[in-house]
């Protein structure tokens, strides 16, 4: 068990910081195809605390703030917000987010472990889990309706990978929009 602020983030530990990669992969949906995008970003995790819910259930926690921009021309084309939360009791993982577009997402699931000192985070949810859901606006949900989200976080040492799938109902079409990086953590001197 590793402490950070006398807190067991457990798996989440490792997040903490400040990361920047400039490897990123985005494909998403256009009307007439799909738009790929190379992409840098920095995402930024910092400590929270412990959260008490119904005075039974600790949550350790992290805020987190997510900027990516489009290498051809720098602009903004990401941003995003939210929490990711550790129950040791029920070895569960929780990722909030909320993105300006009018879509927020309550995400869960496991974490593993792997001999080597790789942790690895996955989360899912969809509009059709009891648990885990997505909320939208009424102009997104009658335009570019997200159905389902998965995310995958693969952390060793100083290196994190991820992908991430969001499943939108756009143009007509379903289209499955996905995201990919590796970030390193920068080293404070």
């Given at each position: 068990m590793s402490l950070t602020d006398n807190i067991d983030y457990g798996p989440l530990e490792g997040l903490i910081g400040i990361w920047k990669g400039n490897k990123g992969v985005d494909l998403a949906p256009e009307p007439d195809g799909v738009e790929n995008n190379a992409y840098y970003e920095t995402i930024t995790f910092e400590t929270v605390g412990d959260v008490s819910n119904a005075e039974t259930q600790l949550l350790a926690v992290l805020h987190y703030h997510q900027v990516v921009q489009r290498i051809s021309d720098n602009k903004f084309i990401h941003d995003e917000t939210g929490y990711w939360h550790w129950d040791a009791h029920s070895n569960l993982i929780m990722h909030s987010l909320t993105i300006p577009r009018g879509v927020c997402v309550l995400a869960g699931g496991q974490y593993h472990a792997h001999t080597n000192g790789t942790t690895v985070l996955e989360v899912s949810a969809g509009l059709d889990n009891k648990d885990w859901q997505i909320i939208q606006s009424p102009f997104m949900n009658e335009n570019a309706r997200t159905t389902a989200f998965e995310h995958k976080i693969i952390l060793k040492g100083n290196t994190l990978k991820y992908t991430e799938k969001?499943?939108?109902?756009?143009?007509?079409?379903?289209?499955?929009?996905?995201?990919?990086?590796?970030?390193?953590?920068?080293?404070?001197?």
């Open positions: 969001t499943t939108v109902d756009i143009y007509g079409k379903i289209f499955e929009h996905t995201d990919e990086n590796e970030l390193t953590r920068e080293i404070s001197d």
